[in-house]
């Protein structure tokens, strides 16, 4: 069959031609694409981070790319690629997402890029960017948010409570100007028969309060949430509420406890004090074992002799393994204004609202209600001992306890 034959060997020559032709074209050019990769210097841990990759194409054509950015191991990503076409001569940023969910050194690799004409007979591979080494640290991110609330004075915007004042704090600020609506129980009548005008006392919050973050490394915080332990929920908030207190000019602090290991970080108030706090959380490291509170209540006597505000991050899965710390935490609250933090069992939300129809499902929604009944006599047997609790889910955490350190302070129990 001459004409089929004819028409087979006309079609491969032109493939061959057209192959040869983008083969020259791409090839041509020494560095056809560029792709800088835009990391920053630390990662976020538990937040979306934002990678950049900015593209340039040299080529005198448009391109289409297919890009393979190598993402570090901890991701566990391995099918990550970007499709996109780039006209000739022109610069693009592609950006990316990236949730770390554990401390530590994080490695990316290079960057692969396959670059072809419109015709895409030949792929061209770039390999671009060296390794880059980032380290994930606590959540910085959720820092500066609650950092900006509290300067901008918005954090009723998110979740944090108007706490009404009781009384005076015992700190004098000065005495000025009465302006209206002002409390008239604050005029200072001495001050005003001088001036010949109304003048009234101004109260600040006081200062130089210790706040103390008390960390449980132990096997109870392992639980996962949401891609994170519990452990990690508390390094955040612990890391917030240091922030919020050195921006209150308080002073803030951290301890850590586990079965042998301790980590104590005296209170200050300087504002740099914070690049401490976050250095030592960044390396907190724990093998989940049971954890000592004797050796605790030893650390917190030894290290922390001023009466100060100490939040423990722990949790009490049910209302025996409460009862045997119950008298370390007794004691603890006899020399600090003690608030036991936990986590409420977010999945037993759904188990609590079923409606059973087997057996087995009555069972199951029997013991999710037996649990949670445990947790609220865990808040109600340490309230009656007159230690302040916080039971909330992991991801409301950082905001139960601002609350919760703003109510203490203004009804002056610090």
């Given at each position: 069959?001459?004409?089929?034959s004819?028409?087979?060997?006309?079609?491969?020559a032109?493939?061959?031609a057209?192959?040869?032709?983008?083969?020259?074209m791409?090839?041509?050019?020494?560095?056809?694409i560029?792709?800088?990769?835009?990391?920053?210097?630390r990662?976020?841990?538990?937040?979306?981070?934002?990678?950049t990759?900015?593209?340039?194409?040299?080529?005198?054509?448009n391109?289409?790319?297919?890009?393979?950015d190598?993402?570090?191991?901890?991701?566990?990503?391995?099918?990550?690629?970007?499709?996109?076409?780039?006209?000739?001569?022109?610069?693009?940023?592609?950006?990316?997402?990236?949730?770390?969910?554990?401390?530590?050194?994080?490695?990316?690799?290079?960057?692969?890029?396959?670059?072809?004409?419109?015709i895409?007979f030949?792929?061209?591979?770039?390999?671009?960017?060296?390794?880059?080494?980032?380290k994930?640290?606590?959540?910085?991110?959720?820092?500066?948010?609650f950092?900006?609330?509290?300067?901008?004075?918005r954090?009723?915007?998110?979740g944090?409570?108007?706490?009404?004042?009781?009384?005076?704090?015992?700190e004098?600020?000065?005495?000025?100007?009465?302006?209206?609506?002002?409390?008239v129980?604050?005029?200072?009548?001495?001050?005003?028969?001088?001036?010949?005008s109304?003048?009234?006392?101004q109260?600040?919050?006081?200062?130089?309060q210790?706040?103390?973050?008390?960390?449980?490394?132990g096997?109870?915080?392992?639980?996962?949430?949401?891609?994170?332990?519990?452990?990690?929920?508390?390094?955040?908030?612990s890391?917030?509420?240091?922030?919020?207190?050195?921006?209150?000019?308080?002073k803030?602090?951290?301890?850590?406890?586990?079965?042998?290991?301790?980590v104590?970080v005296?209170p200050?108030?300087?504002?740099t004090?914070?690049?401490?706090?976050?250095?030592?959380?960044y390396?907190?490291?724990?093998?989940?074992?049971?954890s000592?509170?004797?050796?605790?209540?030893?650390s917190?006597?030894?290290?922390?002799?001023?009466?100060?505000?100490?939040?423990?991050?722990?949790?009490?899965?049910?209302?025996s393994?409460?009862?045997?710390?119950?008298p370390?935490?007794?004691r603890?609250?006899k020399?600090?204004?003690?608030?036991?933090?936990?986590?409420e069992?977010?999945?037993l939300?759904?188990l609590l609202?079923?409606?059973?129809?087997?057996?087995?499902?009555?069972?199951?929604?029997?013991?999710?209600?037996?649990?949670?009944?445990?947790?609220?006599?865990?808040?109600k047997?340490?309230?009656q001992r007159?230690?302040h609790?916080?039971?909330?889910p992991?991801?409301?955490?950082?905001?139960n306890?601002?609350?919760k350190?703003?109510?203490?302070?203004?009804?002056?129990?610090?």
């Open positions: 069959m001459p004409v089929i004819a028409l087979a060997q006309i079609t491969l032109a493939f061959v057209l192959t040869v032709f983008e083969f020259i791409l090839y041509r050019i020494r560095d056809g560029t792709v800088d990769r835009l990391v920053p210097n990662l976020s841990n538990g937040d979306e981070n934002v990678i990759l900015s593209i340039f194409n040299n080529y005198a054509f391109c289409r790319l297919e890009i393979i190598e993402l570090p191991p901890q991701f566990q990503i391995r099918n990550f690629s970007i499709r996109l076409g780039i006209d000739s001569g022109k610069a693009i940023k592609k950006n990316y997402t990236l949730r770390p969910t554990e401390r530590g050194v994080y490695n990316f690799g290079f960057t692969i890029c396959y670059a072809s004409t419109t895409g030949v792929l061209r591979k770039y390999e671009l960017n060296e390794e880059t080494e980032v994930v640290y606590p959540s910085f991110i959720q820092m500066r948010k950092e900006l609330y509290a300067i901008s004075n954090l009723t915007d998110i944090i409570k108007k706490i009404r004042r009781i009384g005076h704090t015992m004098f600020d000065q005495i000025r100007d009465y302006v209206r609506g002002d409390d129980r604050s005029i200072n009548w001495k001050a005003t028969a001088r001036a010949n109304l003048m009234i006392n109260y600040q919050d006081e200062k130089s210790q706040v103390v973050n008390v960390i449980d490394m096997r109870v915080m392992k639980m996962p949430f949401d891609g994170l332990h519990l452990l990690d929920y508390a390094i955040n908030t890391l917030v509420i240091s922030n919020i207190a050195l921006l209150k000019e308080d803030a602090g951290l301890v850590t406890f586990s079965n042998n290991k301790s104590v005296k200050e108030k300087k504002r004090h914070i690049q401490r706090i976050q250095e030592t959380l390396n907190l490291e724990t093998d989940f074992l049971e000592d509170y004797e050796k605790l209540l030893i917190l006597r030894a290290h922390v002799r001023q009466r100060s505000l100490v939040l423990l991050y722990t949790n009490f899965e049910n209302y393994s409460m009862e045997r710390q119950l370390f935490l007794q603890i609250a020399d600090h204004l003690l608030v036991t933090v936990f986590f069992n977010t999945e939300s759904t609202e079923m409606s059973p129809s087997k057996v087995g499902e009555i069972y199951t929604k029997t013991i999710a209600e037996q649990f949670n009944y445990e947790k609220k006599q865990i808040v047997a340490l309230n007159g230690i609790t916080i039971l909330t992991p991801k409301e955490l950082s905001v306890a601002i609350n350190y703003l109510e203490l302070k203004a009804r002056g129990l610090i």
